[in-house]
Every structure is written in structure tokens, then in C-alpha cells.
């Protein structure tokens, strides 16, 4: 699988990465070889966040990963916290917080370093330098190699790209959501990679009956879909085919994070990255539904 550069942080994900939220954490043995079978099939970078199932994704990964771990790029993410009766998270992003998170998350993920440490989320109302030189002090102490973000608001992300070292940032995107597009030139410019998530549109480009999605009314959806179908169907290849290949064709996006639970999911969606290539010549350009982001600017 190819190898793409994670923005300035000097190391290389895979174009498909694994995003551990998916695993369904009820039958343990089925999600650890699902991950051993991923690392199997060249997938070198490997995503959760202490976020999912209250740190629980976080002990299974670090689990499924440990026979390799030094062979692949593993990441998590900070900043929301469980609230006391668990039903519910509020937002802490203060040097004391973050410095306390990183030393669970290792403990959980059973590793000593991270490779790639994500704010998840941010706002405008962050104190952006304690955040920028906790996560600088975390790289100097090697508890962290490199950090980015997981944000879709551009008066954040922006910023941090700007005035911070981060190596990525994490944004939905497929033909269903192309906000990205509108900064996509900009974040390579300020060397940060991209990793795409959300890249099937929550199933609705590959088998899901349209449905109103972000602010795309069924009509919207229901003409993506019509248009990937057309390309698939002319080029021999299969519907997820197309809506990896449209993400992955910028040069910003390092790799396109997948979400499956089963054995048989993952191997389709190998089987469509494989494919990739008999799209060389074919029109994705024009595929995408566009809209752009109209709030946090």
C-alpha cells in the first residue's frame, strides 16, 4: 500500500489508515484480528481517541497493535471529557488536562510514545498558546513524536497551521462533504497532511438508499450517487472505488481513514483501493456535490 508523507512530521501513514472507533468491542477476538489483518494488508496507520467507549477503544487497539507496534503510526486524540454520569462530555483543553490525558492514553494504548497526538476538536475560545507549547513540551519529553488536529472549523484549524508545528489535520470528507476543498492548496502549503474521515458518506456512496445529508437534501444525494454509479459502472470498478479515489486524488490528503467491523468490509474496501488505478483516466473532478463551510470562519 502506498506510503504518503504526514505533512512536516518526517514519517509516512498509509493511504488507508485504520480508524479504530468502528471495532464493535463486543467480541474481542473478531477485532483484534480485524486489526491484525489490516496491519497484514500494509495499513500502517492506526486511529482512535480517548473519546470512544470512555477509553475502552483505546485498551482493545493497544491490544491488536502490540506485536507491531513499532512498524506502524499510532494515533489518539484529547480534549473531550466524560462527564461524572457518563452520559455526556464537555471540552478541556488546559495544560494540566492534556498532561494528565497523554499519561492515560499511553497506559491504555500500552506504549510509551504516540506517534501522532490529535486535539479533537478545538474552538475559538481556547487558550491557543498553552495549547501549542503543552503539546511542544510533550514532543521534547518524546512522550508525543508529532501533533495535529481533528477540527472542521477554519478559524481554528487555520490558525493552528499557521502559528503552530502540527503535521495534520482530520477532516470529514468525501464527495458528500467537499468543504475541505475550498483549504486543501492552504494546509499543504503550511505542510500539514491531511487525513480524510467519513470518506463513504456513512454508507450512503456505496449501498444506502439517498438520505438527507450535512446540507444535502435526498435530491442531492440521490444525483452523487447516480453520477459515482456512471463511473464505476464505465471503468469496470466498484462504487467505493470512486469515492476513494476522488478523496485520495489531492496531493493535501495522506490518507483516507476507513471505518469497518467486519473482515469481509475491510477486504471490499482493499479490493476497491486496489482498483484505483483503472480510474487513471477518468473525470472525478466534477463528481462531488459542493458546498462549503458556512460557520467558524
Known amino acids: 500500500m502506498l506510503l504518503n508523507n504526514l505533512g512536516r512530521s518526517g514519517f509516512k501513514v498509509s493511504a488507508l489508515g485504520f480508524g479504530a472507533m468502528s471495532l464493535s468491542g463486543k467480541d474481542q477476538e473478531a477485532d483484534l484480528k480485524l486489526i491484525r489483518t489490516a496491519y497484514g494488508e500494509g495499513v500502517r496507520y492506526f486511529d482512535t481517541a480517548d473519546l470512544y467507549t470512555k477509553g475502552e477503544n483505546e485498551v482493545l487497539l ?23 454520569t457518563g452520559e455526556g462530555w464537555g471540552w478541556d483543553v488546559s495544560k494540566n488536562y492534556i498532561n494528565k490525558a497523554v499519561d492515560a492514553s499511553l497506559k491504555r494504548l500500552q506504549t510509551d510514545y504516540l506517534d501522532l497526538y490529535q486535539l479533537h476538536g478545538g474552538t475559538i475560545a481556547d487558550s491557543f498558546d ?6 511542544e513540551r510533550l514532543k521534547e519529553s518524546g512522550k508525543i513524536r508529532a501533533y495535529g488536529l481533528s477540527s472542521i472549523r477554519p478559524n481554528v484549524f487555520t490558525y493552528y497551521a499557521k502559528a503552530a508545528s502540527i503535521s495534520s489535520n482530520m477532516m470529514q470528507y468525501s464527495l458528500l462533504d467537499t468543504r475541505p476543498e475550498e483549504y486543501l492548496n492552504f494546509l499543504k502549503a503550511q505542510e500539514v497532511g491531511v487525513i480524510a474521515r467519513g470518506v463513504l458518506g456513512q454508507g450512503l456512496l456505496i449501498n444506502k438508499p439517498a438520505a438527507e445529508y450535512i446540507e444535502l437534501d435526498v435530491k442531492d444525494v440521490e444525483a452523487t450517487q447516480i453520477k459515482i454509479e456512471s463511473v464505476a459502472h464505465a471503468y469496470g470498478v466498484s462504487s467505493s472505488t470512486v469515492a476513494l479515489a476522488y478523496v485520495l486524488r489531492d496531493a493535501a490528503v495522506c490518507s483516507a481513514l476507513i471505518g469497518v467491523r467486519t473482515i469481509a468490509q475491510f477486504t471490499h474496501l482493499i479490493q476497491a483501493y486496489q ?20 460557520q467558524h470562519r
Request: no cysteine; charged share 35%; net charge negative.
Open 62 to 84: 493497544g491490544k491488536g497493535i502490540k506485536a507491531f507496534r513499532k512498524e506502524i503510526i499510532l494515533a489518539t486524540k484529547v480534549g473531550n471529557v466524560w462527564n461524572e
Open 275 to 294: 482498483e484505483i488505478e483503472q480510474l487513471r483516466d477518468a473525470v472525478l473532478d466534477d463528481l462531488g456535490t459542493q458546498i462549503r463551510y458556512e
Open 130 to 135: 498553552e495549547v501549542i507549547d503543552t503539546f
